[in-house]
């Protein structure tokens, strides 16, 4: 077993570590390793069906079936715009457009340089407050175009913090 | 911290907590919920604590930092008692002012009083306010009163006395004849009486038993759930055990929507407190019940919110719906009976089992009682959460609570129930608030999302909106919802691009009828709603777009027309920086629209100052 | 020991064993449910939605797939009332527009009395009837296949679209494949969507004559290219 597969698996025993070892917990982990990993490596969805007895195919399914999972690594920066009706009613499509144009990917998608993922939902709770953006889990309401513009910029320009490997 | 073996060391709690506070002159409670978080009220909390200790005053100040009140427009917002003074829109900036001025001399700052948009008024006091005065606050009251994350402060108001008296005085039985009197009925937008519910749950053979909690709150434009959970997690904790007492569960699960962190974090504390008084666990209170909860998180699938699919998720399944011939009160979670109910149906128990069934029932209509917690938003003056009784008129909610039109337009309609609702017109607004009412009209209660509308939105576009959302979050599994409805979203593409047909109008009614009747789950079945009530209702705006290719909202894309008039142009090239699509030249010393590369998304007419885009 | 319930369907007094499915229990007394989805030895899956029956309680009726309702005694189903036809004609319809070439599609169109198909055809190769799926898990035990993703990016797919070693290579999945009875050999060309006119309709009665058209209604909607009754060979 190579360095990195050892590492691997070690990082893995240690999500591991605490749980009971049942089918039912599948989505739980898949939680845990997204997190760690910021996606779903197949090698490590391998070794979670082994471990937790879950036919390879079910993995499979509920990694694809869940908008929380990604079998593709993500950005540094994740760009999260809502698309809930009282959004939408408040104009929340132009920002896709204003995203479309300033990044160049469409909703699922990140972009070349690996700096940004953009991704839509149907609502984040924070009606009132909107049309509403969550970059890097922080939430920013009123959004104009104009503001999403400006934070864009920003972001990128901002110094790059190593996100742990 | 001592487990609680008796009902007497519950008052003790309540007692203690009581005389701590007798030590602090002023209270000052900070709403703290997913809103105003997004409004900035962490820095204002920061601020705050740092102004109070640099004046010496963190002892005689109390801070309370609070779930979601529910004027969320209005955040940062925060209420000082004694004298119940509301200020609104705090900046950190004030937060000197307010300590100096308010906290130590007594003085109120004016500029941060609510503004009555109907009067112009300034409103001192929160009790005043118009918002809150029409409503009856009896969950969200309790927002304002609790620090989530500390369980003493929901005792302190009466938390676990219902639980109390449940365990020392009530048999099993009884509980549920008292939901049952009530006429509780699920808050989660199904409204299948919570009484009957319990009691097939009770009656089905099989062990364990399971309580589930579903605040996979899907529905866009709905927070009720959110703010409930965040604010005053005890009162569904209590809710629960209630629940699981009567119908005889040891076992229960809360299982919270993926992008909800800070209801899945309060959560988790409130349960870790209540284990650690022995309200949840072995024993609890001295007695044989034993019970206690799991937080789940979701995955991100609006389709988790039925509850079929709910269960598969928590057994680590994918998120698919099982017909439903079999009821998940006799075979649930697992195979076992399980009984599930919406994260508001369960918080209303305490207060019906403490203040009594009649109490409950007196409020409402003669088969939707008690008061429901409804999202407004939208193009409406006061968006927020708003809880009122059962019957009250939409009209009273919109332009009574609401205070009527945000952007001076008319409005033109409401969407109730999310995407399975459907869009009534102002001319319905004089219907009540009540289960059948609305299904009846050819909308639906729903959860309680209630988005306003105007006229500058498209009600076609509107439908073909909710069409895609179902589309997006459509499970795949059933050929009427997955084909179906993508056959409808073909047609409704064909009228918003100019291709539509009163044949093809025909087939869209026909294919949502098929969809209706024949879908496996209640997605699937209710899907059409958004379509068939905007054909119903506003019919004429699908004639124009179908007859005339003319849409009169000037929302769809392909049927309006962006271009610079030259007589007010400047060229300051605004509209030009703004755009994102680079469609925009200067020719000479005005602006130009390309029209091959212009993508109608409306910026240039946002950011043009001398409203020089004309939309045609 | 089997026990058996009675129960009525269309008015017809059915006699059927306990665990059995209202969908099997109509077939083997020869009433016809069309079905696509169903397939005995198999656990029903309820997802094609053709075998809906109207289930009358309580003088209220609800919308059930017959597959997946267990017989109970004294049951009372409707199977072909008006709405119940039509709902099931429209959902034929959605299937043959979705996979014009299956034969077995096109037949059971042709039972629900679909004449035309008013939407545009696409041309899935897959209805996701889920067959393949519960042939390999349930009677090979290899559980090599899933339904991957949601809505119509659902699909059946191998894990990580590469075939474990614990396929048994059985094939039993192409087998019970309907889209694999040998589909329409006339290809559908972009612009002159319509069928070849080289199928073979079960309803055939004719025994003597092979590859032969028998003109069905079906194909007047497709615009069928078969215009005449002369004989076509493959």
């Known amino acids: ?165 | 911290m001592n487990k609680l073996n008796s009902a007497d060391k519950l008052k003790k709690i309540s007692e203690i907590e009581k005389n701590k506070n007798q030590k602090f002159i002023k209270l000052v409670t900070l709403c703290s919920g997913t809103g105003c978080t997004a409004s900035g009220c962490q820095a204002v909390l920061v601020a705050l604590k740092k102004e109070l200790k640099k004046e010496k005053l963190s002892q005689k100040v109390k801070v309370r930092t609070t779930g979601c009140h529910g004027f969320c427009e209005q955040g940062p917002l925060m209420v000082i008692e004694p004298g119940n003074i509301f200020y609104c829109h705090i900046r950190p900036q004030d937060v000197p002012e307010i300590v100096l001025q308010t906290l130590v001399k007594g003085k109120t700052i004016d500029r941060l009083f609510y503004t009555d948009p109907a009067t112009g008024n300034k409103i001192t006091s929160e009790r005043n306010i118009p918002f809150y005065k029409a409503q009856d606050r009896v969950l969200l009251s309790q927002n304002k009163l609790v620090d989530p994350t500390d369980i003493n402060d929901y005792i302190a108001i009466g938390g676990y006395s219902a639980l109390i008296k449940v365990l020392s005085s009530i048999k099993p039985e009884a509980v549920i004849e008292e939901i049952r009197k009530s006429g509780l009925r699920g808050r989660g937008g199904a409204g299948f009486p919570t009484g009957k519910k319990w009691e097939y749950c009770l009656r089905a053979t099989g062990s364990p038993k399971y309580v589930i909690c579903n605040a996979d709150e899907g529905d866009p434009g709905a927070y009720m759930d959110r703010s409930v959970l965040e604010g005053n997690p005890h009162a569904v904790i209590e809710g629960m055990l209630i629940g699981a007492y009567a119908i005889g569960a040891e076992r229960g699960y809360i299982y919270v929507r993926n992008e909800y962190p800070l209801a899945v974090q309060h959560s988790k504390i409130a349960v870790k407190q209540a284990r650690e008084l022995g309200l949840l666990g072995k024993n609890i209170l001295g007695t044989k019940f034993a019970f206690d909860i799991k937080i789940a998180r979701g995955g991100g699938a609006f389709i988790c919110g039925e509850s079929s699919a709910l269960m598969a998720s928590l057994e680590g399944k994918v998120g698919e719906p099982r017909p439903k011939d079999i009821h998940t009160t006799e075979k649930g979670f697992m195979g076992y009976p399980t009984n599930l109910n919406n994260v508001e149906t369960w918080a209303n128990v305490p207060s019906i089992i403490n203040k009594g069934a009649s109490w409950f029932a007196k409020k409402g209509t003669e088969h939707s009682k008690g008061t429901k917690i409804f999202a407004l938003t939208g193009k409406v003056r006061n968006t927020g959460l708003v809880e009122v009784p059962m019957g009250i008129s939409l009209r009273e909610i919109i332009f009574g609570i609401g205070g009527g039109p945000s952007d001076g337009k008319k409005i033109k309609a409401v969407q109730t129930g999310g995407p399975s609702g459907g869009c009534l017109p102002e001319k319905m607004f004089d219907l009540p608030v009540d289960f059948e009412a609305l299904t009846e009209a050819g909308s639906m209660m729903g959860s309680g999302s209630m988005v306003v509308m105007d006229e500058a939105t498209c009600m076609v576009d509107m439908a073909k909106y909710f069409l895609k959302f179902l589309i997006d979050e459509s499970c795949g599994k059933c050929v009427p919802c997955r084909v179906g409805l993508s056959r409808m979203q073909e047609i409704i593409n064909d009228i918003t691009e100019g291709r539509g047909t009163q044949d093809k109008l025909n087939l869209l009614k026909e294919t949502s009828e098929t969809v209706t009747l024949a879908s496996l789950c209640a997605l699937g079945k209710t899907a059409p709603n958004p379509v068939l009530s905007t054909i119903k209702y506003f019919y004429s705006e699908y004639e124009a777009h179908i007859k005339e290719k003319r849409c009169p909202a000037g929302v769809c894309r392909e049927l309006i027309h962006y271009s610079i008039l030259k007589d007010k142009c400047t060229g300051c090239m605004a509209c030009l920086k703004g755009c994102p699509h680079t469609a925009i030249v200067k020719e000479g010393r005005i602006c130009k629209i390309l029209d091959d590369k212009c993508h109608k998304c409306g910026i240039c007419k946002e950011v043009c100052k001398f409203s020089a885009v004309k939309l045609s | ?234």
Not at chain 1, 90 to 96: D, I, M, S, V
Not at chain 3, 197 to 212: G, N, P, T, V, W
């Open chain 1, 1 to 165: 077993m190579n360095k990195t597969m050892q590492q691997g698996k070690t990082r893995l025993n240690r999500l591991l570590k605490n749980r009971q070892g049942t089918s039912c917990e599948l989505i739980e982990v898949l939680q845990d390793v997204q997190e760690e990993y910021n996606y779903l490596p197949e090698e490590v969805l391998r070794v979670v069906s082994d471990r937790l007895t879950v036919p390879l195919i079910e993995v499979f399914r509920v990694a694809n079936f869940y908008k929380a999972f990604t079998l593709k690594p993500r950005g540094r920066h994740l760009l999260t715009v809502c698309l809930g009706t009282a959004c939408h009613v408040r104009g929340a499509p132009k920002f896709l457009d204003e995203v479309l144009g300033q990044l160049k990917v469409v909703p699922g998608e990140t972009t070349e340089d690996g700096e940004f993922t953009v991704e839509t939902v149907n609502c984040l709770g924070a009606c009132a407050l909107g049309p509403v953006v969550v970059l890097d889990g922080k939430y920013y309401d009123h959004m104009t175009t104009q503001k999403l513009r400006v934070l864009i910029q920003q972001t990128r320009s901002k110094p790059s913090q190593s996100k742990k490997k």
């Open chain 3, 1 to 234: 020991m089997l026990e058996y319930v009675t129960l009525t369907i269309d008015g017809a007094g059915v006699r059927a064993a306990r665990g059995s499915s209202v969908l099997d229990a109509a077939l083997d007394y020869g009433i016809c449910i069309p079905h696509l989805c169903h397939m005995r030895g198999i656990t029903p899956f309820g997802v094609c939605r053709l075998c809906i029956v109207e289930l009358i309680k309580d003088g209220r009726s609800k919308v059930t797939t017959s597959c997946t309702l267990e017989v109970e005694e004294g049951m009372v189903i409707q199977a072909h009332t008006e709405k119940i036809l039509k709902a099931r004609k429209n959902i034929a319809e959605m299937l043959v527009a979705e996979a014009p070439n299956s034969r077995a599609i096109q037949d059971i169109a042709v039972k629900c009395g679909v004449k035309n198909v008013r939407y545009p055809f696409r041309r899935k190769d897959c209805v996701l009837c889920g067959r393949c799926v519960r042939v390999c898990s349930e009677i090979w035990q290899s559980k090599s296949l899933g339904f991957v993703g949601r809505g119509n990016h659902r699909h059946v797919s191998l894990p990580f679209d590469k075939r474990p070693e614990f396929c048994k290579r059985c094939n039993y999945c192409i087998d019970v494949c309907l889209m694999t009875i040998p589909p329409c050999p006339g290809p559908m060309k972009k612009g002159n969507e319509a069928l070849c006119a080289l199928c073979e309709s079960q309803l055939s009665m004719s025994e003597k004559i092979q590859d032969s058209c028998v003109d069905c209604r079906l194909g007047e909607g497709f615009g069928c290219v078969r215009k005449d009754r002369s004989l076509i060979r493959v």
